[in-house]
T-cell receptor
Framework: EDQVTQSPEALRLQEGESSSLNCSYTVSGLRGLFWYRQDPGKGPEFLFT???AGEEKEKERLKATLTKKESFLHITAPKPEDSATYLCAVQDAGEGSGTYKYIFGTGTRLKVLA | NAGVTQTPKFQVLKTGQSMTLQCAQD?????MSWYRQDPGMGLRLIHYSVGAGITDQGEVPNGYNVSRSTTEDFPLRLLSAAPSQTSVYFCASRRGGFKQPQHFGDGTRLSIL
C-alpha cells in the first residue's frame, strides 16, 4: 500500500538550533516529492519539488534532499518565523495511478523558540 | 494575483442541510481538486478535475458532488450534511503535466451539528 510517513510529529527548537525533518515513502513509482509549509488557518504553501534520488533544493534556511526511500528537510539556524507545520506529499507513477494521485503525510509541527 | 480563492471561510450547518463550497482560481490551471484535512490524517482527495467538463472521484467521494463548467471554478456540493463531514476543506489547482506542484486556497472550516 502506498504510504507517506513524516517524523517527528512535533519538534521544538531554540532559535539557531539546526535540525532535520523526515519524510519516508513507499510508492510503486515516484514521480515527484513535494514539500509544503502550512501556517495555522492557512492552506499549504509550496516550497520544493524533488524528482530523483540525490537531488537537493535550497531556499533561505531550508534545504530539501531526496533518496530512494525518504526525503529530509534540513532547517539551518531557524528563526521563530519558521514555526509552522511542514507537509510532505508524493506523486505516484505506479500502475493505476492515472494522472493524479498525490499522497500526503500528516506533517511535522515545528515550533522555534526565541 | 489572487491565486486560489475559497468561500466561505467558516460555515456551521445542521445535519441534513446542503451547501456549496466555492473555489475559483485565476492562474488558468487545468487541474483542480478538493481535499479534506482532519486531525492526525493527511490531506485526502475528495474529487478532482482535469479540465472543464471532466471530473472524477478521489479517495473519499461519498456525500460530495462536483462539477466544472469553466476553467476557473470548481464548486463542491454537500448533498445532505453529516457530522462526519466536519472538517477543513481545501481546494487546489495546478498546471497540467507531471511534477507540477499544487497551489492551495486558505480553506473552508465546516462544522456539522
Amino acid at each position: 500500500e502506498d504510504q507517506v510517513t513524516q517524523s517527528p510529529e512535533a519538534l521544538r527548537l531554540q532559535e539557531g538550533e539546526s535540525s532535520s525533518l523526515n519524510c519516508s515513502y513507499t510508492v510503486s513509482g515516484l514521480r515527484g516529492l513535494f514539500w509544503y509549509r502550512q501556517d495555522p488557518g492557512k492552506g499549504p504553501e509550496f516550497l520544493f519539488t524533488l524528482y530523483s534520488a540525490g537531488e537537493e533544493k535550497e531556499k533561505e534556511r531550508l534545504k530539501a534532499t531526496l533518496t530512494k526511500k525518504e526525503s529530509f528537510l534540513h532547517i539551518t539556524a531557524p528563526k521563530p518565523e519558521d514555526s509552522a507545520t511542514y507537509l510532505c506529499a508524493v506523486q505516484d507513477a505506479g500502475e493505476g495511478s492515472g494522472t493524479y494521485k498525490y499522497i500526503f503525510g500528516t506533517g511535522t509541527r515545528l515550533k522555534v523558540l526565541a | 494575483n489572487a491565486g486560489v480563492t475559497q468561500t466561505p471561510k467558516f460555515q456551521v450547518l445542521k445535519t441534513g442541510q446542503s451547501m456549496t463550497l466555492q473555489c475559483a482560481q485565476d492562474m488558468n490551471h487545468e487541474y483542480m481538486s478538493w481535499y479534506r484535512q482532519d486531525p492526525g490524517m493527511g490531506l485526502r482527495l475528495i474529487h478532482y478535475s482535469v479540465g472543464a467538463g471532466i471530473t472524477d472521484q478521489g479517495e473519499v467521494p461519498n456525500g460530495y458532488n462536483v462539477s466544472r463548467s469553466t476553467t476557473e471554478d470548481f464548486p463542491l456540493r454537500l448533498l445532505s450534511a453529516a457530522p462526519s463531514q466536519t472538517s477543513v476543506y481545501f481546494c487546489a489547482s495546478r498546471r497540467g503535466g507531471f511534477k507540477q506542484p499544487q497551489h492551495f486556497g486558505d480553506g473552508t472550516r465546516l462544522s456539522i451539528l
